[in-house]
């Protein structure tokens, strides 16, 4: 109704024109504007272009009233005026929408990030999404050296690429203590799309220099020519930088976190092994077979992990047997026999304060002493109720047993222990691990013969 109202509005200023009345013509287009204003771009420029004709038929028609083609005049340059302000003020809106929608879509896929990785690609995505420039960067140092880690538009040639001195030979110096990374980084994109850059800190929660946003444009931007970053812009890049900080730096310490717990547990297997193994060097080995052979079996890394920090911690519960006991050179009694077989609930136990050790590894040290026919402890579990991962590691820690001197025996030679462990196939192991073990043994052997 509304729109209507309006049209019949500029259809009646247009014959106030025709019929020589400058005054209705005035009152029509002031109606007209306070109706149209509101609506849509397109009716306001028609009812521009109305009181433009409008003005041009009472001139054609010999009006030379002076104050009326004043105030007609006025009329347009003022509705020109609030057409541009309306534009500009439109514009604007639609950019802040999107940082708004921007920022909001990429916070929560930064939240959802699982590494480094993916909070890396999250962060540049969402960059880009804010249209503050076409060419990005996010560039960190790895291994002492910065590289490109995320990059859009003239820079994603450098994706993965190291940035170094124009000599060409590494350097040591970081980004904080100079701005020569940007530079370079810059200098290897084509002039033209580096007209105006801006090079942006990420920091982490606290304060520590995690690497350098690079934004880099031309002096030309879609349908209209740009210059410098404005102060906008700027502010909107900072503010997205601090939260892409705070998501890379959140999981810059987890990783620092995991570290520090492999190093733990590879260095509380170590001190074990010195304690029951005087050749040295088994726990070494049987993570590094356990490993492989999760690998072969199409293990995902995670289930990897779990098995190899069970590896380093199988035999935790040692630590309360008695030396008389774990070093008799000969045979055990059967009460001797018992006090040995604790060790894998004893293990569990003194693990179950440590809340990052997945089940994985908690079952692997517990069971990893059943036996595939039931006739192991400490449970007696038989086949598949036995966890994959103490399944895959008694095959592995068998075979080390077999292969090294122990007090009581000599160590076996790598066919004999083979020639064992298939034949304790569907008895002791799980009869599938065994066949892939065997199997993957044999292949090193072959490779060695090749080599």
Known sequence: MRLFLSLLALLAMLAAALGGHPALVLGLAVLACAALWDLRELWRTVLLG??????????????RDLYTLAGSLSLLLGLTLLLGSQRRAQGEMARRENVIRALEKGSAELADAKDTGSVIRAGIQTLDQLRVAPNLAFVAYRRGTPHVLGARGAFTELLGKPILPGNGKEDSRSVQADHWVAERALSQIPREQRQFFLSVPVEGLSGQQLGLLLLARSSLGGSARQGDFRPDERSVTAAFARLFGSALGQWQSIRELRDANELTL???????????????????????????????????????????????????????????ILHKPGQLTPDEHRVIQKHTTVGYDMLQDLHFLPAETLDLVRYHHERWDGQGYPSGLRGQDIPSTARVFSIVDVYDALTSVRPYKAAWTRERALSEIKLQGGRQFDPQFVESFVLMMTEQDDARLVR
């Not at 109305?50 to 009006?63: P, R, T, Y």
């Not at 098995?307 to 030396?323: E, S, T, V």
Request: hydrophobic residues 40%.
């Open 266 to 324: 590879r260095s509380l297997g170590s001190a074990l092994e010195h304690r029951d193994d005087e050749t040295g060097g088994h726990t070494a080995r049987v993570v590094d077979l356990s490993e492989k052979l999760a690998r072969r079996l199409g293990w995902k890394e995670e289930a990897v992990k779990s098995l190899r920090w069970g590896a380093y911690l199988h035999d935790l519960g040692k630590l309360a047997i008695p030396d008389a």
């Open 50 to 63: 109305c009181v433009a004709a409008s003005l041009l038929i009472l001139v054609a028609q010999g009006e």
